[in-house]
C-alpha cells in the first residue's frame, strides 16, 4: 500500500511540474526569454513597479526648446 501513495504522489507531483516547464519553454518561444523572466521573477505590471525597478533623476535642460508661435 506505501509504494501505491508513493507512486501516486509522485505522478501528482510531476504533471505539474512537466506542465510548468513546457508553459515556460513555449514561453519563451513566443515571447522574449527576458520578457519570461521578469514576469515570472517579478509578476504583471503595475503602480508599485517604482519600487522594483532601478530609477534615476533627469536633469532639467540648460536650453529647453521654446513653443513654436503661429501667425
Do not use: A
Not at 501528482?12 to 506542465?19: A, K, R
Not at 509578476?43 to 513654436?68: A, C, T, W
Amino acid at each position: 500500500m506505501k509504494k501505491k501513495t508513493t507512486k501516486l504522489l509522485l505522478i501528482v507531483l510531476t504533471i505539474p511540474l512537466i506542465g510548468s516547464v513546457l508553459l515556460v519553454l513555449v514561453s519563451s518561444l513566443i515571447f522574449s526569454p527576458q520578457y519570461v523572466f521578469r514576469t515570472i521573477v517579478n509578476g504583471n505590471s503595475d503602480v508599485m513597479d517604482y519600487k522594483v525597478f532601478p530609477e534615476r533623476v533627469i536633469q532639467k535642460s540648460s536650453h529647453p526648446l521654446l513653443p513654436i508661435q503661429i501667425g
